[in-house]
């Protein structure tokens, strides 16, 4: 089976500066992979590098399939949810919706309404995004991602700044994805975001990748059993040490 991300040394500098180094990873198909790491690590440039919105330095990869220098075989196969998603406050969500899927060229008016039911905005989705609460509008740009049925998305960061009862239904909705056949990546530096919903994940810290592993096996990586957490501050530690040594 062909994996939905296959990289090969992919790096990017931003003038002397390497921000993602030599990255190399595989993401099989229809699985859940958490991209996990603190701020500053890499993981947007990875990101944008993924859904060829910024050139690598050097190093290639494959997405859906396809080599991320062909960015209309690559933009038609996947989602993006961006850390801080496009919304016109002035539009209601419905009127943002048929926008987009104008843009994408897909015929999706029935699609929509499903979409809006399933994510419970449809009593809403009549009213301007500007009166949504955040949660709100994280389901509409997440509608928004999947709205031309992606055989992957790009979540960068799908919970931050949500209350604890949004961020749980954007989490049980993106569990959802996989069981329409999705592959999802996603981005974050929370850790109980990917405990919960990752097949794999990988901890990337000033650029590299210093742990993959599933989620149970990363936490039963050292003889006593620590939570995710003491990994994630293990590794990256254990890094910050090899940096400065
Ligand atoms: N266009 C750019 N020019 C120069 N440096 C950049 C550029 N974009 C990102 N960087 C730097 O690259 C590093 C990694 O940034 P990136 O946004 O990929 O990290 P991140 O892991 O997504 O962090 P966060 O969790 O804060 O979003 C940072 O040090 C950032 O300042």
Redo the contacts with the bound molecule.
Sequence with gaps: MTPAIETDALTKR??D?T?VSDLRLTVPEKSVYGFL??????????MRMLTTLTRPTSGTARVAGQSIDNRDAVVSRIGFLP?EPPLYDELTAREQLRYVAGLRDVGAEERINTLLDRFDLADDADERVSTYSKGMKQKTALIQAILHEPELVFLD?PTSGLDPRAARTVRELISELTDDGMTVFL?T?ILPVVEELADTVGV?HDGNLVAEDSPERLTHRAEQEQSLEDVFLDVTSEEEKAVSQ
């Design positions: 931003f003038d500066t921000v790491g603190p701020n500053g690590a890499g993981k947007t440039t990875t850390e960061e981005s530096h990337l």
